[in-house]
């Protein structure tokens, strides 16, 4: 069965420091990766794709980083703000189906304090 | 440009009732798709469109119907809704397949008692 998991369920940091967020899947065939970021009571909004030739995609602070042969992937975030306090979900696609579905994973709820 | 909308926002509703949730999106895209989100779990399709006139069961499609009469416009459906329908729905659409990102909705709050 196609899955995608998550890891910390939840994560409580600083601001201004780093966090890494783990992503680790097993969808078969793959197309491609994305991250996206769920602020409370919105819709997710895409922070970054990737296909399976990518390791490594930025936007601004987030970094995302993508090992195809291990099935695992990373976002990180780099001098945190409080607005990133928000879930982060890991979404994975698979080659196969032409309708474009997405299977995703049940996110990361991340906490940035003063 | 608005994007992805969603009419209502919050809806109460009694075991039984019936209600249409309005999902429209203004960018011309032809993919359009229903979620549920629900407390500890991912996103789960419902229901989705390849095109005007076309629909197709997702993951979870029991209890729900839906219409795709304009391009525009992504309709979701409750015939007779149940407690277990409480969530938050999403809609979504996007131009085409593989490597396009999905635009989503502010997604709607429903709650069924």
């Known amino acids: 069965k196609n899955q995608v998991e998550q890891s910390p369920q939840s994560l409580i940091i600083l601001e201004g420091k780093n966090c890494t967020l783990q992503c680790n899947y097993t969808v078969s065939p793959f197309s491609n990766l994305r991250w996206y970021k769920q602020d409370t009571g919105r819709g997710p909004v895409s922070l970054t794709i990737m296909t399976f030739s990518e390791n490594t995609k930025s936007n601004g602070r987030y970094t995302a980083t993508l090992d195809a042969d291990t099935k695992q992937s990373s976002l990180h975030i780099t001098a945190s703000q409080l607005s990133d306090s928000a879930s982060y979900i890991c979404v994975v696609s698979d080659s196969m189906d032409s309708s474009y579905k997405l299977i995703f994973g049940s996110g990361t709820r991340l906490l940035v304090r003063p | 440009n608005a994007g992805v909308t969603q009419t209502p926002k919050f809806r109460v509703l009694k075991t039984g009732q019936s209600m249409t949730l309005l999902c429209a999106q203004d960018m011309n895209h032809e993919y359009m798709y229903w979620y549920r989100q629900d407390p500890g779990m991912g996103l789960r399709l419902i229901h989705y469109?390849?095109?005007?006139?076309?629909?197709a069961k997702g993951e979870v499609p029991d209890g729900y119907n839906v219409s795709r009469l304009k391009k525009q416009n992504f309709l979701l459906g409750l015939e007779s809704a149940a407690p277990s329908q409480t969530s938050v729905y999403f809609c979504?659409?996007?131009?085409?397949?593989?490597?396009?990102?999905?635009?989503f909705g502010p997604g709607t709050r429903l709650t069924v008692t």
């Open positions: 979504a659409s996007t131009r085409g397949v593989l490597g396009y990102e999905q635009y």
């Open positions: 469109s390849v095109g005007e006139g076309t629909t």
